[in-house]
């Protein structure tokens, strides 16, 4: 086995087959785990030290043995090397591809005809090309046929089928990842995690202007069922993340809260709802009931929508209402 490839290419064939282990087994993302990891190279360069010198060490070795022949032993040595020479068929292949006369068979194909003792051999194509050249052909008829008269996809086609591909992946990954949520994929989260976080997040943004019951203050009443700005998940979501009508103090948190945080403290906003606070603030808004609260029938949901989308148009009359009076100092705390 030693004897039939050489170190040359024992050395690097070894050493890719490590190399590709380990990029198979260590997940380094897009980069080569040698680029991610500088242990990963260093276990590399190792490695490589580690091949040349066995390869060194058994050389010299089979050197000293071979030194210390008598020379009938060392002519046999030699004899035995040279029989099982190293990758015979590749040379054979290689010449074969070559196609050139050897050089004891040139006068065959010599040209009668010289130029300042230049003469010209007639020599064959040789093989490799002429195969390339077949090849070529059977590959420009496949083609030919596969995009021209079959119309199969062009590059432009190719490209807009994977972005749409793409697009339903992403879609799929946003219904599954929680913190991608935005105002379109929101739903009302139930985990008694997230209501715990989201009641973190209230009691300390919050209740300044909302109090800790949701009674209300500077902010309106969060626990009755009249609403300003919609009392579905949606609404909620959007009015925390890009605040209230203008003017009215109810800044954008989108700045402070990550997307799941504005969907936790929504979602515990909505379990004030049928609560009795303290101190409730009077009832501001039109009065918004789900029928359906609590449960996730995509009925249910467009009805919230539909009533949402009434109560945004109304919101939008009254902000261009509040936008006209203009003089609102309190329009600085929206930037
Ligand atoms: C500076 C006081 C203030 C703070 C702090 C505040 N809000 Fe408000 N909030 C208001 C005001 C004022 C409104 C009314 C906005 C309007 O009329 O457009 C409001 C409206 C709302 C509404 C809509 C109510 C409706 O009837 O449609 C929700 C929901 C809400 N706030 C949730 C929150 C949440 C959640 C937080 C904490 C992340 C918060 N607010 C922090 C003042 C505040």
């Not at 359906?292 to 539909?306: C, K, P, Q, R, Y």
Request: glycine content about 8%.
């Amino acid at each position: 086995m030693r004897n039939l490839i050489p170190s040359w290419i024992r050395v690097p064939v070894l050493f890719f087959i490590i190399l590709g282990t380990v990029e198979f087994f260590v997940d380094s993302g897009n980069q080569p785990a040698f680029v991610k990891y500088p242990a990963v190279l260093l276990f590399l360069l190792l490695v490589l030290f580690i091949l040349i010198s066995i390869e060194g060490i058994v050389g010299s070795l089979e050197n000293v043995m071979f030194q210390k022949l008598d020379p009938e032993a060392k002519a046999k040595f030699i004899a035995d090397r040279n029989k099982s020479v190293q990758l015979d068929w590749l040379k054979k292949t290689y010449i074969k591809l070559l196609g050139s006369k050897p050089l004891e068979k040139e006068d065959e194909i010599i040209l009668d005809h010289s130029y300042d003792g230049i003469k010209e051999l007639d020599n064959d194509l040789p093989p490799w090309w002429k195969y390339a050249f077949y090849i070529s052909i059977v590959f420009a008829v496949v083609y030919l046929l596969r995009f021209e008269v079959f119309s199969g996809q062009n590059q432009i086609e190719e490209f807009d089928t994977e972005l749409a591909e793409a697009k339903v992946a992403i879609d799929a990954y946003k219904k599954t990842a929680k913190g991608l949520v935005d105002v379109n994929s929101v739903t009302q989260l139930t985990e008694t995690a997230d209501l715990a976080a989201g009641k973190n997040i209230f009691n300390t943004n919050c209740v300044a202007c909302h109090m800790a019951d949701g009674g209300g203050g500077i902010g309106p009443n969060l626990t009755d069922t009249h609403w300003i700005l919609g009392g579905d998940i949606k609404s909620i979501f959007h009015t925390v993340s890009e605040g209230g009508r203008s003017g009215k103090g109810m800044i954008a948190w989108k700045a402070q809260l990550k997307p799941l945080e504005i969907a936790q403290v929504a979602s515990y906003v909505m379990t004030f709802q049928g609560t009795t606070p303290a101190n409730p603030k009077a009832a501001e808004g039109d009065i918004i009931v789900d029928p359906n609260a609590g449960t996730e029938g995509s009925e249910a949901t467009t009805d919230a929508d539909a009533v949402t989308t009434e109560s945004t148009e109304e919101t939008a009359e009254t902000q261009i209402d509040t936008t006209l009076q203009a003089e609102t100092p309190a329009e600085d705390i929206n930037e």
